[in-house]
């Protein structure tokens, strides 16, 4: 194929195939002659997946849900968490103004049973459970 212009789209090609495994080789016309060929490269069109013999890892969907109860709140907060993982989740609370106020690790199965919030003053907050590379903000108001 002989183009002008620096591209090139496989609905070009004669005989063009969905998933076929295409030689190219690229020659640069600059005033008039053309370079020689560079090396060959084989490129694969879209259109079917290759199949190489490797496999893809499975990638298996992860459940991370957070709740924060009762909200509003007057003496303390509780934490609800709905995940798939047992790792440990890191739980940050800052003020509306983004300073952190608490930082504290737990086991997944034991969020649950920790207070937060008794010694805040009356206002809105900002919640950030991470576990893994999960993260799940949440916000909660003391009265």
Do not use: W
Not at 106 to 119: H, N, V
């Amino acid at each position: 194929m002989d183009r002008t212009l620096s591209y090139f789209n496989f609905s070009m090609v004669p005989g063009y195939i969905p998933g076929g495994k295409y030689m190219v080789r690229v020659a640069v016309r600059t005033t008039g002659y053309h370079s020689p060929f560079g090396e060959a490269c084989f490129v694969y069109a879209p259109g079917v997946l290759r199949q190489d013999g490797t496999q893809q890892p499975e990638v298996i969907a992860q459940r991370f849900n957070a709740t924060v109860f009762p909200n509003p709140y007057a003496e303390s907060f509780s934490l609800d968490l709905d995940s798939t993982s047992e790792g440990a989740v890191q739980v940050r609370v800052y003020d509306m103004i983004g300073k952190l106020l608490e930082e504290r690790s737990f086991e997944a199965s034991r969020i649950e049973l920790a207070q937060f919030g008794e010694k805040y003053p009356s206002g809105v907050y900002n919640i950030v459970l991470t576990q893994g590379t999960n993260v799940k903000t949440l916000r909660v108001i003391k009265r």
